[in-house]
């Protein structure tokens, strides 16, 4: 190096040295467009009952049990166990006389819709039902049913999936399911804690990586993860779940992507209405070209495990021969889910008395055969999503809205960041939408169980519309307004207050969207996902409601209504992780992934940046 570069190298150091550094962090840095191959990227979909998981290159996820067997710390300790078909609202004073009511209206549905062939349907006679049922005594098929308890002498600290479903009942382990209703799992007894819940799903998620992927937990520094959400989450919680996967789980890049969105991609459908029926939830929501729309979002606190619950009633009033069944027992949960999936279905052709036979292999106990006589209950309980008042929950939140967010310290530059930075003339367009909202609301409240509820989305919270910069209304609390605001709460309180069915529930969240255009093509395009709505004739019921159903003035103009239950005859179950795999293999996915250090660095403001949804 000459004297020259080296006197010129000082008097750059000198001026870098003089100038001062601002206060403020870095901005946060564009990603790092490299491409990774598919077979290096996990998609992780975490249901209420079943976690599905596989490498983007997979043609199908591995699906085991969502669910964690402990051991207790301390001998002595009492057992806990999360239920599973059993929920709280069932045993009010008022459960059994709204299950009845409920089942009154199912049957005046069954009647008045006709047969293909014209003729009405004739109601199976439940005496004669029950009293053939009550005769009825078990046949042993085998001394031994071959199903074994999970071996606990070694008494590993936690058993995962199958293994936890497992677990003898009288061994020293509490069995958590960590997700319930779509929503993190949290209560007041023992592992119902934040910190509990995420050692959980760190345990169960490692170990089915680990197990079924065969990957190494050291080597997960090379891979990276798409995680599947709800359309209706939370913020908190999904930012939790991203820090567990970067990290605590090691993996260096999340992409974090709405359920709704990747069931389109799975489907091959730019546009749908997307009708996802899971174990514990339901949840509607209209997409259109890879958006979900925020005002047309809802979630149903009701799924598949409820119309176990209420098959399994309507099987006990018809003399159900095995009377030692439990709801509260896992192993003969697994036998009525198996029952539902077996015998029930929404075809209004098969009518009549048929014979059915069962068999029961319960760990450490003899095969059982039963004969079983059933009628119309095969389709009642399906209806019951129809109709969830004979679900008999009471005193329990069923519908939930998209509710804005409370802040995050974290996240300075939030929705009420722009509504406190918002110019006046903005200010005034808001306050003129608000009074223009508000205003529908005498017409709202006289038929607030009517189908048409668009004015409840959008006095509840006008929409963050096209842009991320628009506000939204529901936060700005101006001072003038709180009667306004008061009207607002009590109006989405009453709203989420009702139970409604699966049809009224499509209904809203299609008239929700913003143009008649938009609303045409999700009446053409109505996408239904999930396990719960797998049964016979699900498809044409459907669509026989909702054209029944439909506002007249469309039904002039959407040429027709299509319900689509099995997209490229794929299992409706794994259509939103097969979604995320697409997702996984899309060049505009390079410039989502959150990467490890960046996450490190610069927190939840990742996701406000790179969510491929408004955040």
């Not at 191959?37 to 699906?63: C, E, K, M, W, Y």
């Not at 003129?432 to 509820?453: D, M, Q, S, T, V």
């Not at 001072?479 to 009224?504: H, I, W």
Request: aromatic share 8%.
């Amino acid at each position: 190096m000459t004297q020259v570069e080296a006197e010129n190298g000082k008097e750059r150091e000198k001026e870098q040295r003089g100038v001062k550094r601002p206060i403020v962090p870095a901005a946060i840095p564009e990603s790092v467009l490299e491409p990774i191959q598919s077979n290096f990227i996990v998609v992780i979909h975490a249901g209420s009952s079943t976690l599905r998981i596989g490498r983007a290159a997979d043609t199908l996820p591995v699906g085991i049990p969502h669910v964690i067997a402990r051991r207790h710390k301390k001998q002595g300790q009492p057992r806990y166990e999360d239920p599973w078909l059993h929920r709280d609202g069932l045993n009010k004073p008022e459960s059994n006389e709204q299950r009845l009511n409920g089942l009154k209206m199912v049957d005046q549905a069954i009647w008045s819709k006709k047969m293909s062939n014209g003729a009405r349907r004739i109601p199976a006679p439940p005496d004669q039902v029950r009293a053939y049922n009550k005769q009825m005594r078990p046949a042993v098929l085998d001394a031994n049913s071959g199903v074994k308890w999970t071996d606990t002498s070694l008494q590993p600290e936690f058993l995962v999936g199958e293994e936890a479903l497992y677990v003898k009942p009288t061994d020293c382990y509490n069995i958590h399911w960590p997700v319930r209703r779509g929503q993190f799992n949290l209560h007041t007894g023992p592992g119902g804690s934040l910190s509990a819940l995420l050692a959980d799903l760190e345990a169960i998620w490692t170990l089915a990586i680990q197990k079924y992927l065969e990957i190494p937990r050291k080597d997960l520094k090379y891979y990276r993860c798409i995680l599947l959400i709800p359309d209706i989450y939370n913020r908190q919680h999904v930012k939790e779940l991203v820090n567990l996967l970067l990290n605590n789980i090691g993996f260096s890049g999340v992409i974090v992507h709405q359920e709704s969105i990747c069931a389109t991609f799975g489907s091959g459908l730019s546009s749908a209405c997307v009708v996802d029926v899971g174990e514990q939830k339901t949840s509607v929501c209209c997409v259109e070209d890879g958006v979900s729309h925020r005002n047309t979002r809802l979630r149903l606190a009701y799924g598949g495990a409820d119309v176990t619950r209420c098959y399994y009633w309507l099987m006990q009033r018809s003399g159900f021969p095995y009377r030692e069944c439990q709801v509260f027992s896992r192993m003969d949960a697994l036998l009525l889910q198996q029952l539902k999936e077996t015998f029930c279905h929404l075809d209004q052709d098969i009518s009549g008395i048929q014979d059915h036979e069962f068999k029961i292999r319960h760990p450490d106990s003899p095969a059982l055969l039963y004969q079983l006589r059933l009628g119309d209950e095969k389709l009642q309980a399906p209806m019951a999503l129809f109709y969830p008042a004979t679900f008999g929950i009471v005193g329990q939140k069923i519908t939930t809205l998209q509710h804005r967010s409370h802040g995050d310290s974290e996240d300075p530059h939030d929705e009420h960041y722009l509504v406190a930075t918002q110019s006046k003339q903005e200010q005034a367009a808001k306050a003129i939408a608000e009074r223009k909202a508000l205003a529908k609301y005498a017409g709202f409240e006289a038929e607030l169980g009517a189908p048409n509820c668009d004015g409840v989305e959008k006095s509840h919270e006008l929409e963050l519309a096209s842009s991320q910069h628009d506000c939204v209304l529901a936060g700005n609390d101006s001072e003038d307004l709180p009667a306004a605001l008061m009207a607002r709460k009590t109006t989405v309180s009453q709203f989420e207050g009702k139970a409604l069915g699966l049809d009224k529930s499509i209904l809203h969240s299609i008239d929700c969207c913003g143009s008649d255009e938009t609303k045409k093509k999700m009446y053409s395009s109505i996408l239904v996902v999930g396990g719960g709505l797998m049964f016979q004739g699900a498809q044409e019921f459907l669509q026989h409601r909702i054209l029944n159903k439909m506002p007249p003035s469309f039904r002039r103009i959407v040429e027709n209504v299509e319900v689509i239950t099995r997209p490229k005859d794929m299992d409706a179950r794994l259509i939103a992780w097969k979604g995320g795999a697409v997702l996984a293999c899309l060049d505009t996915t390079q410039e989502l992934w959150i990467h490890q250090r960046e996450w490190q660095r610069f927190g939840v403001r990742m996701l406000r940046e790179r969510a491929p949804f408004v955040w």
